[in-house]
């Protein structure tokens, strides 16, 4: 069966800093590997995904994101954080094989302070 | 209109009700799902379609009910809830391949609320 760990549930930051919110995952099987982001009283928006390839992947926002296979992770990474880039942070994950639809991770707050 | 609509934005509702959320999407995906979001509580999957037959029903209360007329269209009717059903319904679509489930697209989602 599949499963998300989200390490953090707030990460607090400041303006301009770099930010990393951590993700594990379990699965005995290949995945999909999806990270993303919600403003309050809105839907979730895709940042990025990881599907195969390239293990560093690039999403949208500044953000990017590195599968590491044997460590079972899927950190989320962005280099200098706005205020606006305060929201919560959903890591999620479908298996490779069976009918599986998407499973997410508790979630991060990222408040990034002035 | 691109990508996935719901309706209503906001509902309030009595315990005694029959209410119906509506979800429509434009991209041509071959499943949808139905997810609540509750305060401080992870995002729970209720019920996945793919290719119009359910594939998922996690333990969901039998007050909601899915419909899935096409692969465009997810309804979830409502009846005698309760107030801890009280919460954010999102909605999302995607596709199903050999590898599994591609990205998730969802809509802005239903604020529940039963008085």
């Known amino acids: 069966a599949q499963s998300v760990t989200q390490l953090d549930s707030q990460v607090p930051v400041f303006e301009e800093a770099p930010v990393e919110l951590r993700c594990n995952y379990s699965?005995?099987?290949?995945?999909?590997l999806f990270w993303y982001v919600q403003y309050p009283n809105q839907g979730l928006q895709l940042l990025l995904k990881?599907?195969?390839?390239?293990?560093l992947v690039k999403g949208i926002n500044g953000f990017e994101a590195e599968f590491n296979k044997s460590q079972t992770s899927f950190h989320l990474r962005k280099p200098s954080v706005h205020i606006s880039d305060t929201a919560e942070y959903f890591c999620?994950?479908?298996?490779?094989?069976?009918?599986?639809?998407?499973?997410f991770g508790s979630g991060t707050r990222l408040q990034v302070q002035p | 209109e691109t990508g996935v609509t719901q309706t209503p934005r906001h509902l309030v509702m009595g315990m005694t009700n029959k209410k119906s959320l509506k979800c429509e999407q434009h991209?041509?995906?071959?499943?949808m799902y139905w997810y609540k979001q509750s305060a401080k509580k992870p995002l729970e999957l209720m019920f996945v379609?793919?290719?119009?037959?359910?594939?998922e029903n996690n333990s969901v209360p039998s007050r909601f009910s899915p419909e899935c007329p096409n692969s465009s269209h997810l309804f979830l009717h409502l009846h005698t809830l309760q107030p801890e059903d009280s919460a954010l319904y999102l909605c999302?679509?995607?596709?199903?391949?050999?590898?599994?489930?591609?990205?998730?697209?969802f809509g802005q989602g239903t604020r529940l609320t039963v008085v």
């Open positions: 999302a679509s995607s596709h199903l391949r050999q590898g599994g489930f591609t990205e998730a697209f």
């Open positions: 699965s005995s099987v290949s995945v999909y």
């Open positions: 990881y599907l195969s390839g390239s293990t």
């Open positions: 999620a994950v479908s298996e490779g094989t069976g009918r599986r639809a998407l499973t």
């Open positions: 991209l041509g995906h071959n499943a």
């Open positions: 379609y793919s290719l119009e037959e359910r594939v």
